[in-house]
Structures are given as C-alpha cells and as structure tokens.
C-alpha cells in the first residue's frame, strides 16, 4: 500500500487532519498511509483575506477541503464550474494543460493534485492582472 509521500523541511509545518505539526530541526520524510487524510502545507496555504483574485479563491476552496474545513461532495460542482471558468480566461496551450489536471484531480478525488496544478496559474494570473492595470 503505498500514500502521500511528504518531505519536509527543517521547522516546516504541515496541517494534518486539523492538527498542526512543524518538523524538527532536519529534513524529514513522512509516509502519510491514511486515504482520504486532510493534509495541507502550511507553507502553500492562502489566508482568506489574499483570496482575492480568481485563481486564488479556487485554490483557497481546495484548501478547505484540503484542512477538512469543507466537504469534497458538497463543493464539488463548484469547484468544477470555477475551474471551467478559468478556462475561459486562459486559453493558452499551457494553461489549460494545468487546468485538465486540476478538473481531472477534482473528478478523481484527488484535491492535493488539484491545488498544485492550479498554483501553477497563480504567476500567470499575476501577470494579467498587472497587464489590465
């Protein structure tokens, strides 16, 4: 059986089904064997008040399903309709490679790969926005 291999740095801290743990002073390697366990880098985490643009109020949905604040069943279709709506802003080749991966990490469950894949547009969306300004 293999799960969620998570390396961490030294002091980093991660959210594990709402319990908060920070590494110790080396790099470590923990095997999460749970399915299903709520784990969230606290590192990568977007507090509510920088939930500001799209992309990153589609990431910050994830990561409450993510830190077990939300349940996956009851944002699903949201979370589906936000990442189409995404796809009508970028169009790129690129950008919708990562935007197929976060639909098909929704559709399969599988929120950690969802949010990596959306992070990736976060630059991009930075970009635009400072383009339109």
Known sequence: MS????KLSPKERVLINGAVIENGDR??????????AHILRLRDAIHPEDA?????????????????????DEVRR???????????????HDSRK?????SHALVEGDHYRCLKALR???????RLLAAGA
């Open 3 to 6: 799960g969620l291999i998570l």
């Open 27 to 36: 790099r470590s390697r923990l095997a999460i064997m749970t399915p299903d």
């Open 52 to 72: 500001k643009t799209p992309v990153r109020r589609v990431c910050y949905a994830v990561q409450l399903v993510l830190s077990g604040d939300a349940s996956p």
């Open 78 to 92: 949201n979370l589906l309709r936000s990442v189409e709506e995404l796809s009508q802003v970028f169009i790129d």
């Open 98 to 102: 990562h935007l197929d991966l976060a």
């Open 120 to 126: 990736t547009l976060l630059p991009r969306e930075e």
